[in-house]
């Protein structure tokens, strides 16, 4: 069974602070994606990391794939108000029809004024 | 643009009631997912169809039934409702297999179920 853990579980900072989330497995993965949730939503897909060592930046998000592939990060620059959510780190596994995403245990962000 | 669209929104039942969650998709997805979220334990996948037809487990099935009647369509079922049932359930589809074509997954906004 593939396990993802999420630290921190819970984060409250203030506007402009930086912060960084870690998505962390003792299993490999064939890529990962990170999810955003706002309440009363599903989650939406943020991005896919498919390589070891792969950065990918949306605005001031950067994510980053560990090179095992068993790890990732998500670091957010100059945090705003509207970054507020909960995030989901979720690894790819498996093959063909077989293949599933596990999630992790999520990271609920508060960002305030 | 429908997307995932799950009915109802919110439904209350007591134990050992039955009922039916109905997710339908527009976007001609073949993979469709069943999740369930609890506060701390993420999203954990209850039942997933790869096609029309076809049904799996996945890791959390007991207690559920699923059917896959037509493409567009995938019905979540709990016969006899119990207090461990309750949660916020969530759809999902994608287009491709999850691993070998990296597909993400296209979310409904959820059904929260209270059992009492």
């Known amino acids: 069974t593939q396990l993802l853990e999420q630290s921190p579980q819970f984060l409250s900072i203030q506007e402009g602070e930086n912060l960084t989330v870690y998505c962390n497995s003792s299993?490999?993965?064939?890529?990962l994606q990170w999810y955003r949730q706002e309440p009363g939503e599903g989650p939406v897909l943020l991005v896919t990391?498919?390589?070891?060592?792969e950065v990918k930046k949306l605005k001031r998000l950067t994510f980053q794939f560990g090179d095992a592939r068993k790890d990732s990060s998500l670091h957010i620059t100059a945090a705003q108000p509207g970054d507020t959510g909960l995030y989901l780190c979720?690894?790819?596994?498996?093959?063909?029809?077989?293949?599933?995403?596990?999630f992790g245990t999520g990271t609920r962000l508060q960002v305030t004024l | 643009n429908a997307g995932v669209t799950q009915t109802p929104k919110f439904r209350v039942l007591k134990t050992g009631q039955s009922m039916t969650l109905l997710c339908a998709q527009d976007?001609?997805?073949?993979?469709m997912y069943w999740y369930r979220q609890d506060p701390g334990m993420g999203l954990r996948l209850i039942h997933y169809?790869?096609?029309?037809?076809?049904?799996a487990k996945g890791e959390v099935p007991d207690g559920y039934n699923v059917s896959r009647l037509k493409k567009q369509n995938f019905l979540l079922g709990l016969e006899s409702a119990a207090p461990s049932q309750t949660s916020v359930y969530f759809c999902?589809?994608?287009?491709?297999?999850?691993?070998?074509?990296?597909?993400?997954?296209?979310f409904g906004n959820g059904t929260r179920l209270t059992v009492t």
């Open positions: 976007m001609n997805h073949e993979y």
């Open positions: 169809s790869v096609g029309e037809g076809t049904t």
């Open positions: 979720a690894g790819a596994h498996g093959t063909g029809t077989a293949s599933k995403l596990t």
């Open positions: 299993s490999v993965f064939s890529s």
């Open positions: 990391v498919v390589t070891g060592g």
């Open positions: 999902a589809s994608s287009s491709r297999d999850l691993a070998t074509y990296n597909s993400p997954l296209h």
